[in-house]
């Protein structure tokens, strides 16, 4: 297969693919704020079987092309058609086992990260093998049980082995926003850098790493993730207790109330901490 | 059950309780040093059974009534009653058990450190579920292997959890005393925070989460718990092998100099991690 | 058997050893520039030997006589022959598993590095129980990958434990550089100190730990072990997968370009990571 066959192939709804040598730089573009929709999911499922299958696909780069919004969260009103749309892949109907499929994939997955990053998009770049993001811009929350529920898609399991059991708890029972560099210091990610230098730094770094052996690569992968990805079960575990949690009154109740508040639009979710915070406040009263 | 009766009921020899929304701020006094003894041993019981029981209790914040003690360490001269009074919540008697009880139970607890927190102070902190700590007062020591045994209430298991082998080992084998920043650094604790800021920041964390939906606190608990939380077992040999310690000639000679040179007296713990130095200096000449 | 009959068996080719109360301070010199071949190798074998048996040592401290280089990393020229000097001490010929009786041992060991510290360098002070920097001139490499192998002396099995899954696939699979601030934030080593603090530190840490009992550094060591050393099985199969890597064509020939390029040469390796770089730049063009 030649190369300009493989590049016509790599034509999505969701996401601007540009190569350059062993690497491919993914941008994410779901107007209007990046939602993680069907769109998106299919899209990522398609992503990963055709770059697997491709030899001289090494490297995945995943920026935004949406400064404020990196991926906001799981659409909230598309959770069954995020499903169907996952079990694409390999027939688990889970957001958290495409995820996993990409941590224990081949290929090295890297996340530049500015602007907003929550829920679902954190158990996005949580599950990518590098995570580098914008001192100036990036936010990250992983705001899931302020609505009562576990994150779904492996949030819990990868918080708690990077952070350690105080900081995850912290992270997710707040539900609070965290700057890059609390981030860092947490070890959400692997560091926070300046906004100007954080393009060439991940470019640099991609096309270095697609460099070197793809057989380093892989043993690299395999026993790093022997030690720390999450098991198959702990994910699907999680998995189902957000389905279970989901489909609470009191999960159906505060979705509404947020909606009412400006989730899932794009000026009600800058500030989507505080707005968790009110519409708990609205109900406790 | 009426709140007043509730309120009622939670009177306290070593601890003052105030209650704001689903919170209890929980402030420990046992002078002249909150070492811990079988007073707070106990109240700490009363409190964890009968706030488990009142479900419109969420959050636990523990303080200190004292600027420079919040927890000392365990009073060596009552290791057997505190041991009885620990086995009151459900028949083990270790303070190690009572702690994990802690971190296992749906409550959330928040460690809000200012002065020292030593030895099963620090395995008390560590067992919460999360720890701030004001930077200009809070001082951490495991000096236990300075006296030649283990920490016997879990802290030998958090600390390697939280922050690796290599930190974790230096801390207990240098019995040394850690300020707020390197504590942080380390990830003995979540944050260390400006003094003037403390209170503040650890109130409104503490409302935010009581606020939130009790089943989002119960589940992400459980599952942060099944990776991070040490084992029954695991708590169980480490409180084994410190009595095994405890019960040496070795260890009552260094208990008995250092007892002689100002330890579990205020003054003569101001600066605890001089103290056990000079007591092994003597030792070994 | 008296001190002195002691002190005249401490003679190696490749260390210098000195001592002072129960510790051993050293110094590794294996001109010219510290590559570890089986004179290096044989020597801490039988340097863990000899200590191990004479219960008045209780810490080993390990620094380098070289400014510049600390251990550069293995003579690749030479792994059959370090592998027959390691199973000197049990019959098993791996590096990995030499250092893995150091980390269980009950001599505490403390690594004091200034100048590079690289490949199965880097393991070996990641085997020791704590880890100190200079940070004007301490530089770390975990480079493996980048001629198509994992580490094969345990490497990526403590940074995966101390830096996650994140941190530590960055580290492997860029095979960067790492200066001593970054290392230290990211968990690698305990700190980074100024050089000129940095042997007064580490000399009063050891001879501190060393006159505590000893019974203590035995049973912390044990408790942290179980929950964070590396299992011998894990240690064999990394060794198992370096060695098989290492039988590649393609390391062969990775192998033979860096030595053209001035790999294993003093001036070559002051920028190493620039080094495996071009090499493997020119392999893809």
């Not at 994910?235 to 957000?242: N, Q, V």
Request: overall charge negative; glycine content about 8%.
């Amino acid at each position: 297969m030649s190369a300009s066959t493989r590049e016509s192939k790599l034509v999505f709804q969701t996401l601007n693919v540009r190569r350059e040598a062993a690497v491919l730089f993914v941008e994410i573009s779901a107007p209007p704020m990046n939602l993680e929709g069907p769109e998106l999911v299919g899209d990522l499922v398609s992503l990963i079987q055709q770059s697997e299958v491709d030899d001289t696909v090494q490297v995945l780069v995943f920026k935004s092309a949406d400064p404020d919004y990196f991926i906001s969260h799981v659409d909230v009103t598309r959770i069954k058609e995020n499903r169907d749309a996952a079990a694409r892949l390999n027939g688990d109907p889970s957001i958290g086992q495409l995820y996993r499929h990409l941590s224990a994939s081949r290929l090295v997955s890297i996340a530049q990260i500015e602007g907003r990053v929550r829920g679902v998009g954190s158990e996005f770049i949580l599950a990518c093998d590098m995570r580098f993001a914008a001192r100036e811009s990036a936010i990250f929350g992983q705001f899931e049980p302020s609505f009562g529920v576990i994150p779904g898609a492996g949030g819990a399991q990868h918080l708690t082995r990077l952070m350690g059991r105080g900081r995850a708890l912290e992270v997710m029972l707040s539900a609070q926003d965290y700057d890059a560099d609390l981030a860092a210091a947490y070890g959400w990610i692997n560091r926070a850098l300046p906004a100007a230098e954080l393009n060439d730094f991940v470019r640099s770094l991609a096309l270095r790493i697609a460099g070197f052996p793809a057989m380093g690569h892989a043993v690299v992968k395999e026993r790093v993730n022997a030690i720390a990805l999450p098991t198959v079960e702990d994910i699907r575990r999680d998995s189902d207790l957000f389905l279970e949690g989901a489909r609470t009154d009191e999960f159906q109740e505060l979705t509404q109330a947020a909606m009412k508040g400006g989730f899932q639009t794009r000026n009600g979710e800058m500030d989507l901490a505080r707005l968790v915070g009110e519409i708990n406040e609205h109900r406790t009263e």
